[in-house]
Every structure is written in C-alpha cells, then in structure tokens.
Nanobody, 117 residues
Framework: QVQLLESGGGLVQPGGSLRLSCDAS??????????RGWYRQAPGKQRELVAS???????YYADFVEGRFAISSDNAKNTVYLQMNSLKPEDTAVYYC?????????WGKGTLVTVST
C-alpha cells in the first residue's frame, strides 16, 4: 500500500510564499516512479495540473504558474516539493501531489492553500 502525505499548506497573504512537500511511504520504490507532480482544485472548479517532474528531470508547468512556482524532487527520499512564490488569491485551492508508476497514479489527500488578506 502506497501513501502520499502533503504538508506545508496554510493561509498566506497575496505576494507571499509557501513550500509544499509530499512524502511517500509504504511499498514504493523510487525506481518504479516515472513522474511526480502537483494538481490543485479550487472551489467549484475542476482539478488542474500545476507542475510535474519526470524521472529524467523533465519539468512541466501550467501556463498560470508564470514562473512563480518551482517543482523539485528527492527521488531517494520519495519526496516532491512545490515552492510557490508571489502567490495570488486565485491560487487558493487544495493542492494534491501524485506519483505515477506506469499507468497507475497514487494520490495524497491534499493540503489547503488559502491566499487572502
């Protein structure tokens, strides 16, 4: 059984920063994972991909990131991070991490990020 646990969410003012972390535990080997990443889901909206990083180091960012976020991973620790800077109110959402092994996705339960004054 593979479990992913996100942390680092919270309330931040516009323009602030947060660093999300996602730790994997259970029966998982880093060599099985070919992609790690983050999705988010805002109230009343569909879940959308924020960023992903492949085992080969290829990185994808959604257009709305606009250079404000940085994804990184520590494959030995089965951990993926999302550094978020210059946060905007529209970044408010539940952020979910995922690990992909072949065609199987493992998901965390999410961490809430609220950007507000």
């Amino acid at each position: 059984q593979v479990q992913l646990l996100e942390s680092g969410g919270g309330l931040v003012q516009p323009g602030g920063s947060l660093r999300l972390s996602c730790d994997a535990s259970g029966s998982i080997f880093s060599s099985w994972i070919n992609t790690r990443g983050w999705y988010r889901q805002a109230p009343g909206k569909q879940r959308e991909l924020v960023a992903s990083i492949s085992v080969g180091g290829g990185i994808y960012y959604a257009d709305f990131v606009e250079g404000r976020f940085a994804i990184s991973s520590d494959n030995a620790k089965n951990t993926v991070y999302l550094q978020m800077n210059s946060l905007k109110p529209e970044d408010t959402a539940v952020y979910y991490c995922y690990f992909r092994s072949g065609q199987v996705d493992y998901w965390g339960k999410g961490t809430l990020v609220t950007v507000s004054t």
